[in-house]
């Protein structure tokens, strides 16, 4: 049975949407560049509809801005925005992270054991830049994952893409990176102990450090701008 074109243009559609999500969190586009649609089309080797769906998805969800109603630009780091974006995810993620540790079940203890161990693994290769990554978030999803709202989770995840942005393209601060990495083992810690005060306050530390090395995204653009 062969899908319908509308389900191939949609099919079409979301693989893109994800395909760019992930190259502008990793600053593949420069903050500002205005997106060429004839480049975007050849170089992904997608149809003309199904990447301006992706596009108008990604504007929506805030990647992406619309310029003049036909064009899309990469939005420029703002370091207003990205302090917002990080008191946000702090009251949020204390959030779930309170309702995860009431309604965590003995699953819900294995795969955040499990999304740990896997974290562990790709700290040990720190060259393998693209698994950590993604080892990191699912650890992050994992400690929230019994939260019990979907859209809690969502709004959360939409503001981990947008605070990734920043962090991804700012100066490595390796010491920071050891103390955070810490604090993954001790929120596991604290999980299995349903230490949900200390866990709030750690995971609120832990956002705020890692927004401390993000703000340097920033504040490096600023001097060169007056250099």
Known sequence: MTASPSTSRDM????????????????????????AISALKDHYRVGLSPLREALNR????????????????????????????AG??????????TQAFQAGDSEWES????????????????????EWEQAHLRFHRALLASCG???????????????DRYRRLAPPNPEVR?????????????????????????LDDHIRMSHSVARGCCESSASDDDT
């Not at 079409?12 to 997106?35: H, N, V």
């Not at 310029?67 to 939005?75: A, D, E, L, S």
Request: overall charge negative; glycine content about 4%.
């Open 12 to 35: 079409a559609s979301s693989r893109i949407f994800e395909t760019l999500k992930q190259d502008l969190i990793r600053g593949r586009f420069a903050a500002g560049e205005k997106l």
């Open 58 to 85: 990604l504007a929506a969800y805030g990647l992406l801005e619309q310029v003049n109603q036909r064009g899309f630009r990469v939005p420029a780091m703002d370091l207003e925005e990205l302090d917002d974006i």
């Open 88 to 97: 946000l995810r702090a009251q949020l993620e204390c959030m779930a992270l």
């Open 111 to 130: 795969q955040v054991l499990a999304a740990h161990h896997r974290l562990r693994r790709a700290d040990e290769h720190p060259e393998q830049v693209e």
């Open 149 to 163: 709202s979907h859209w809690l989770l969502r709004f959360i995840e939409q503001l981990h893409d947008q605070f």
């Open 178 to 202: 050891k103390a955070l990495d810490r604090q993954h083992g001790e929120l596991v810690e604290l999980a299995l102990s349903r230490d949900i005060r200390a866990a709030r306050a750690l």
